[in-house]
């Protein structure tokens, strides 16, 4: 274990995401021994479980509007309240997950605080490089804060090579793919609770996101209406955001409305892939998709979209099918041949689970980070992760089942 530090995590406390890995990653380094301070708008909402977390802090950053401000400073917020933080808590580094404005906060505080030398550790997570960060408002500072970061990682190759095209290939960004807690997310043969939505000869597909244009949750609707038509079939929405009432009203153009559970924001979520026998995910990206490898942790199959970070955590005809976005026909197909063939749904399962073990466990992925924290304040080059692990979980699979 590397020696015991004071981390300070800078992340937005929102339901799902960036904000989910870096609550993860906090217990964990708090688990170890590390003092875990997290700085944020609101307290990140796994942490509300009203359990006391042995090492972990919270700061909030308040919120303050001036007469001859047009609107909250929550980035320049932020950066003051690193300032104070890192004094009275003299922390180490600060890990700063998303680019805008965290990141830029980081690096604002760090200049504020010279001639200390603090370390800030950036973690681009997606929708920070491809829509906010690469916006003409934000680019030049977004820029800025990447090359002055002290290590950037990137949450899978994909969105590592999104951001070299968009910023340039200047600065280092290293990969640190995101983890799943395999005991939180586990297997379970009996569930209670499955009759309150489906008969036992239905089988149960799930979809879980924060409901914005980028998860297509009109392509679940669509698919879903194909696939009841030969799988008997009931559809699990979990989440909230922009799409949800353009979804209920499909649902009820398309007459799947009596199959369909708009469950809302759900906090134990564990619980409803423990009884999915499908994941459908079908974003037109996703830098990751922390909720497919949840999904494989529990050993449920997923159906997802090629061409983005999806690829990295679901292997096309192993643990679950690809196929491209906006294809209904071709997701509702493959979601038809995973529930309609139990051995094939076996091994999925069985598959996914073994991959979310090998390659994507909190402990395993805990390991390179407090590496390259390591790394960063004995000012060395970061190790690069081992590529042989992943090769080696590719490998471990079975022929894939594509037919
Ligand atoms: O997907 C979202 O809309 C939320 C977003 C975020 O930044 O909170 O998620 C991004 O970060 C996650 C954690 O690293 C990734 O698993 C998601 O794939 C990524 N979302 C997109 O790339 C669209």
Not at 171 to 185: A, C, E, G, P, Y
Not at 235 to 243: N, S, T, V
Not at 295 to 309: H, W
Not at 357 to 369: G, N
Request: with cysteine.
């Amino acid at each position: 274990m590397s020696a015991q530090k004071r981390i300070g995590i800078v992340c937005y406390a929102t339901y799902g995401g960036s904000g989910v890995v870096a609550t993860e990653l906090g217990r964990e380094l708090a688990r170890v021994g590390h003092k875990v301070h997290f700085i944020s708008n609101q307290m990140p909402f796994r942490l509300e479980t009203g359990e006391f977390y042995e090492n972990i802090y919270f700061h909030e950053v308040a919120g303050m509007v001036y007469d001859a401000m047009p609107a909250r400073s929550y980035g320049l917020e932020m950066a003051s309240k690193i300032v104070q933080i890192v004094d009275d808590e003299k922390l180490d580094l600060i890990h700063a997950h998303y680019a805008v404005p965290h990141a830029i906060s980081g690096i604002i505080a760090k200049q504020v605080l010279r001639p200390r030398n603090l370390k800030i550790v950036t973690t681009l997570h997606g929708t920070d490089i491809t829509l906010v960060g690469s916006a003409p408002a934000y680019y030049p500072l977004t820029q800025w804060a990447i090359q002055n970061s002290d290590a950037v990682t990137a949450v899978s190759t994909w969105l590592r090579d999104e951001t070299y095209r968009t910023f340039g290939d200047s600065k280092k960004v290293m990969v640190i793919h995101n983890s799943v807690d395999t005991k939180r997310f586990s297997p379970r043969s009996t569930c209670d609770y499955r009759c309150n939505f489906a008969k036992p000869e239905e089988r149960i597909i799930l979809h879980l996101s924060n409901f914005r244009p980028v998860k297509r949750v009109a392509d679940v609707i669509r698919s879903f209406a194909l696939i009841r038509k030969k799988v008997p079939s009931k559809l699990l929405l979990i989440g909230d955001g922009p799409e949800r009432e353009k979804t209920l009203e499909l649902a009820r153009e398309l007459g799947v409305m009596d199959a369909t559970y708009f469950l809302g924001k759900q906090a134990m979520i564990e619980n409803y892939f423990a009884i999915a026998d499908l994941l459908l995910f079908p974003s037109s990206y996703e830098s990751f998709g922390v909720a497919a490898l949840e999904a494989m942790s529990s050993g449920v199959p997923v159906v997802a979209t090629l061409g983005s970070g999806l690829s990295e955590v679901v292997m096309d005809g192993v643990t679950g099918y690809l196929r491209p976005v906006g294809d209904i026909e071709a997701l509702a197909a493959a979601s038809i041949d995973i529930l309609s063939d139990s051995k094939l749904h076996e091994s999925m399962g069985t598959d996914g689970r073994k991959r979310a073990t090998c390659c994507f466990e909190s402990t395993r992925i805990l390991k390179l980070y407090e590496d390259l924290y390591d790394d960063v304040l004995a000012e060395r080059e970061p190790r690069e992760p081992d590529p042989c692990v992943a090769h080696l979980c590719a490998t471990e699979s079975k022929t894939p089942k594509n037919r």
